[in-house]
């Protein structure tokens, strides 16, 4: 069974950084691509950012520059990093495979932006 487990979340200014964490059970975590998603309320959830087995990486538009995603395969865990946190970051961010489980979403971290 795939279990998929989010954290990292706080509430941080605008301008300021957070580091999320993810942590995979369940698959060979060496082999897949990993992705971070978010998705604010009402809308549909989005891949920002993603990394292959032999870590080349992708982002969404909208985050280009500004978050770094990286992976760790001995402990199992994929991480962004977000830096310059702007107002319209505000989201539950999760990880999943690309593409994803669909039955294998975790409960997400919230990350939330005071300006």
């Not at 957070?18 to 604010?40: D, E, K, N, P």
């Not at 830096?83 to 539950?92: A, F, G, I, Q």
Request: charged residues 20%; glycine residues 8%; aromatic residues 6%.
């Amino acid at each position: 069974q795939v279990r998929l487990v989010e954290s990292g979340g706080d509430l941080v200014q605008a301008g300021g950084s957070l580091r999320l964490s993810c942590t995979a059970s369940g698959i060979v975590f060496r082999l897949a691509i990993m992705g971070w998603y978010r998705q604010a309320p009402g809308k549909q959830r989005e891949l920002v950012a993603s990394i292959t087995s032999v870590r080349s990486t992708n982002y969404a538009d909208s985050v280009k520059g500004r978050f770094t995603i990286s992976r760790d395969n001995r402990e199992n865990t994929v991480t962004l990093q977000i830096d310059r946190l702007k107002p319209e970051d505000p989201d539950v961010y999760y990880c999943n495979l690309v593409p994803a489980l669909s039955d294998s979403w975790g409960q997400g971290t919230q990350v939330t932006v005071s300006s």
